[in-house]
């Protein structure tokens, strides 16, 4: 609502006579107040936030009935009711509740934020039924009407939020991500925090879909902060279940079912069931992977419950048994798993849902590979394969290949499957979210091996994929993986064997997983504990290890886990430890063989307290170990703890002075990947809209981007071009862009600023000059014109050009040629012409200031360069760049910004536009020590002067004008309810009847307040 109507009562609850305006409301003949209209919207907008659907379908009913004799009212009320069929997912009854208003003429009528409901809600109920370009030009049609209107900032908050989640829902998350930026740009001059959480959820999706996970997790913990304690449970569970999404894919589970738990404690408290099933169902798949899987049971038959209580047959269903089909299959129920996932196809194929049905066919095809069924589970297999390639999934795709891969190796077609394993290879990238698969593909590539007869290559696959699964937390594959290593040493390293397949038996036996357990136990106990050890070839064995440490570069840790498992395994040593530097440079442990994690952290302790290499070696000779330290140029360092103390080597005495160097070497390639990764969005905006643009022109924004893509399309020619723009948003950058992607790119490019030399001498400087050809042309000049033959001439501020120059410029650009003042025949000159200006050319026209026909000579293409104020969201990379920049160029290091700063820099003006912002940016840099964290005191004191609050004084009641005087014949009871009443009074009255704040400030819930309000016989008007 916008904030210039009278609110009477901005979302205040009055409770006093809530009940006898229902009522009014229901009896539809009474007449009600547009006041008493208006409160009950805002009583219902919380509804909508606690995710009470049917309360605010029911309270709807009644108002629409009411408000038919006022248009306005009536469009805002069945807005609220196409939001609420939208958070149920009836996206169809979503858009019928508003298309009636399409029309520009439905709305014509109605007031300015009546309007702008409508048309962000029509477009979203386009969105959700799948029309996105219908979406997008009704979104945009509404953006260019409201920023021409000079409408408020929640009304344009409002589109750009709208936009943000239509090119999500397209997969265009970095525009996505621009349009939720300047969403949050326009809520931030509100102090909304419903539009401040929902941008800063846009922005957080769009990190995490685009891989981003932990910058995804800072922002929904920031939109998290701002709903706060507001009754919206409904958003709190989304941003919670996104955040445990963040976490799977940052392989962090335990965090995860943290986040899932928070999620559907507020989704249990709203009516959408769906959610809660799918966070039951979310909540089971994480506990599966960390080994719970009791808890894991009791979460997924709770969400199959919910889900069913909704729809027997809906799409969640086949979701949820295919995760029961799954656990069911690492417990080896086999029969009770087939059925869970026989029935999750067959829903999954009658909803159409093509996803689903290969997710619940690819685990069909593991469950007959558990029951030995190759045949059953090729023709599983080569389905899911089929489905993943119609719908173009990769991951999906590798997975079916897996399981082709094992079922041929089950019916002992080896080629098949090795050719199937070369398939997922060429696949599979060095991603963190390619790990589970890879972990996988390195067991059957050890699997393969063991068939072919070599027992070492095979250790050496398991090995990795023991590394692999016990980094990503995933108990249950890691033991399997244990389980096959001591399969295959067993006829070389019998005690190694013993060593992995009793730990894979007391695994096994604490998950349930019966089948599983039985295999190992019987290995177990085949064991021939009295074999000799046999040696390997140990120039095989080191090419291996070799070739295994260089393929561990998928992340660091990884890599580290690599070395210290292949130490382990493959030396005399009985305590491999590696530390790594964390937060104050305190050594954090990131793998521990032989000792316990206490000890562990322990011995951590101790060597942070040791500050010299002296020290160190001390400490290593108390412990009987050796201390190495892993470096690599653009790596931060590892530290390497071996015991005992003696020389670490290899079989047959090979040092591991080799392997270390390949792990140096890999942790350089981690950290160069990372920094890439991390980099590849800041590197998109803060340097070149296109990598050969001019270093400096940054841009993110729709305008910009429309820019840069009109920059592009004139790249192959030379029609001349106007640049307009205020003072300082880089016209010359774009001109010069303009000749770097030009033909003429390795010519000159000749800048000329109509105001920087006097009038009467801008001829004789534009267009040359022969010696004597006035007073003090001593010598020739070729003009800058010639100067710049086969190139491009840049007329600055061309406004400024001398009106009785003016008619040469034209001529030259009419005929290509000039002629210089003091020659007698004309030149020919090629020379590309790009003229800016921060002037009204077409009013300078109007005043016989500059010609009309020189202006339509150079107007054929014009370009726009908008001012900062309307492409706010580029600020805080513009600010990232020039820090880096000036960093740089005065010899600064490790200088950062917080976001306080930067948010007041966004919500400043700029007259000087990029200009100004780029001075202010110098300025704080060329101050700012090696080190320093910018805050909003480094700013210029005007920049703070303009963030300044107002402030007021606190309004403080003594106790004893609230409290009874003693000796009142009253008690203690009766004083307490007294006080309690003329606290809960004054807080109303403080905060105009509003029963948030005032809950918030006495410390209850809106619930409790109710409550208290009718007990002491209170209105919320108090």
């Known amino acids: 609502m916008s904030k210039d109507k009278k609110r009477p009562e901005s979302g205040v609850v009055n409770l006093a006579d809530a009940r006898a305006r229902l009522q009014r409301l229901r009896s539809r003949g009474a007449t009600v107040s547009r006041e008493e209209l208006l409160a009950e919207l805002e009583e219902i907008r919380l509804l909508l936030d606690n995710g009470l659907s049917s309360e605010v379908k029911a309270r709807l009913t009644s108002l629409i009935a009411a408000t038919r004799h006022d248009a306005s009212l009536l469009a805002q009320a069945r807005c609220i009711l196409s939001a609420s069929l939208e958070m149920q997912g009836r996206y169809r009854e979503s858009l019928e509740a508003v298309q009636m208003y399409e029309a520009p003429e439905a709305r014509a009528k109605l007031d300015a934020e009546a309007r702008n409901c409508l048309r962000v809600q029509i477009g979203l109920a386009y969105n959700y039924t799948g029309d996105h370009p219908k979406a997008i030009a009704l979104l945009n049609v509404a953006l260019r009407e409201e920023t021409e209107n000079g409408s408020s900032h929640a009304h344009l908050g409002a589109i750009y939020a709208a936009l943000a989640r239509v090119y999500r829902s397209i997969s265009e998350f970095t525009i996505a991500r621009d349009y939720s930026e300047k969403a949050l740009e326009h809520y931030r001059e509100t102090g909304d925090w419903r539009g401040l959480a929902e941008s800063y959820f846009g922005i957080a999706m769009a990190d995490t879909l685009e891989g981003n996970h932990e910058a995804g997790l800072e922002n929904f913990e920031q939109a998290a902060k701002l709903v706060g304690d507001h009754p919206a449970p409904y958003l709190l569970g989304k941003i919670y279940s996104n955040m445990a999404g963040a976490c799977w894919f940052l392989k962090r589970p335990q965090e995860g079912i943290r986040y899932l738990e928070k999620s559907i404690s507020y989704y249990e408290r709203t009516e959408h069931k769906a959610s809660a099933a799918l966070g039951y169902n979310n909540l089971g798949i994480n506990l599966m992977l960390v080994g719970e899987w009791q808890r894991a049971q009791e979460a997924l038959e709770r969400a199959l419950s919910l889900a069913s209580e909704i729809d027997e047959r809906g799409a969640q269903v086949p979701m949820i048994l295919d995760s029961l089909g799954d656990l069911c299959t690492l417990r080896g129920d086999l029969e009770e798993a087939r059925k869970f996932l026989d029935r999750a196809v067959a829903l999954a194929t009658e909803n159409g849902n093509k996803w689903y049905s290969c997710q619940a066919l690819r685990t069909l095809g593991r469950c007959y590979l558990a029951m030995n069924d190759a045949e059953s589970a090729l023709e599983k297999g080569r389905q899911a394969l089929s489905l993943a390639e119609s719908i173009g999934d990769r991951q999906a795709i590798c997975e079916s290949r897996l399981i082709l891969a094992e079922a041929n190796l089950l019916s002992n077609n080896l080629d098949v499957c090795a050719e199937e394993l070369h398939k997922v290879a060429e696949q ?562 403080k905060h105009s009847g509003n029963i948030s704040r005032a809950a918030r400030e006495l410390g209850l819930t809106r619930r409790g307040l109710y409550l208290k309000l009718e007990r002491h016989d209170l209105s919320a008007s108090a």
């Not at 950290?671 to 990764?677: D, M, Q, S």
């Not at 001498?761 to 100067?787: C, K, Q």
């Not at 034209?810 to 090629?830: C, N, S």
């Not at 480094?938 to 004008?961: D, G, N």
Request: net charge negative; with cysteine; hydrophobic share 40%.
């Open 428 to 989: 599979t990238t060095d991603s963190t979210t390619d790990l589970g698969f890879a972990g996988e593909a390195q067991r059957l590539q050890g699997l393969l091996a063991i068939a072919h007869g070599d027992a070492t290559l095979a250790a050496q696959h398991f090995a990795r994929s023991v590394s692999i699964f016990e980094m990503l937390g995933d108990r249950y594959r890691a033991t399997r993986a244990h389980y096959e290593m001591g399969r295959a040493s067993a006829a070389t390293q019998p005690e190694r064997a013993a060593e992995h397949l009793s730990r894979a038996v007391h695994t096994f036996r604490e998950l349930g997983a019966n089948l599983d357990l039985e295999r190992a136990e019987e290995a177990l106990a085949a064991l021939d504990r009295n074999a000799p050890e046999q040696e390997s070839a140990t120039s095989a064995l080191a090419q291996l290890l070799t070739l295994r440490l260089a393929e561990a570069v998928a992340s660091r840790e990884l890599l580290l886990r690599e070395l210290a498992a292949v130490l382990d395994q493959e030396t005399n040593a009985s305590r491999v430890l590696i530390f790594e530097p964390a937060e104050n440079n305190q050594l954090r442990v990131v793998v521990a063989h032989g000792c316990t994690s206490d000890e562990a952290a322990k011995i951590a302790d101790e060597l942070n307290r040791k500050e010299t290499d002296a020290q160190k070696e001390k400490f290593a000779a108390s412990h009987d170990s050796s201390i190495m330290t892993l470096r690599a140029p653009n790596a931060q360092p590892a530290i390497l703890l071996l015991s005992p103390r003696e020389a670490i080597t290899l079989p047959n005495n090979i040092s591991i002075e080799p392997l270390l160097r390949v792990v140096e070497l890999g942790m350089d390639v981690c950290a160069l990947r990372a920094r890439t990764h991390a980099g590849h969005t800041a590197q998109n905006q803060d340097t070149l809209a296109g990598s050969s643009l001019m270093p400096g022109f940054i841009h993110s924004s729709p305008a910009m981007t429309r820019l840069v893509e009109e920059v592009h399309k004139i790249r192959s020619s030379d029609v001349t071009v106007l640049v307009t723009g205020e003072s300082g948003t880089g016209k010359e950058l774009v001109a010069r862009a303009i000749h770097a992607l030009s033909s003429r790119r390795s010519k000159v490019f000749m800048p000329f600023n109509c105001t920087a030399v006097p009038k009467e001498l801008s001829e004789g400087y534009l267009f040359g000059y022969r010696r004597g050809a006035f007073t003090g042309a001593v010598s020739d000049s070729p003009g800058v014109i010639r100067s710049a033959a086969g190139g491009t001439l840049f007329l600055d501020e061309i406004g400024d050009l001398p009106l009785d120059v003016q008619p040469k410029l034209l001529r030259f650009l009419q005929e290509g040629e000039i002629q210089p003042l003091g020659e007698q025949r004309p030149a020919k000159v090629d020379v590309r012409i790009i003229a800016a200006t921060n002037s009204d050319l077409e009013e300078m026209v109007a005043q016989g200031r500059f010609r009309e026909d020189l202006y339509y000579r150079l107007n054929v293409i014009r370009l726009r360069v908008p001012p900062l104020r309307e492409r706010r969201s580029e600020i805080p990379t513009i600010v990232n760049y020039y820090i880096n920049h000036y960093s740089a160029k005065f010899g600064r290091r490790d200088i950062e910004i917080t976001s306080q700063a930067v948010d007041l820099l966004m919500v400043c003006d700029w007259p000087g536009n990029v200009r100004q912002l780029c001075n202010e940016i110098q300025r704080i840099v060329a101050r700012a020590e090696d080190g320093v964290v910018l805050t909003p005191d480094q700013l210029s004191p005007e920049l703070r002067r303009m963030s300044a609050p107002e402030t007021q004084q606190p309004s403080i009641t003594p106790l004893s004008a609230v409290a009874p005087a003693p000796g009142q014949n009253i008690t203690l009871a009766d004083a307490i309810d007294e006080l309690e009443r003329r606290m809960i009074a004054e807080a109303l009255r």
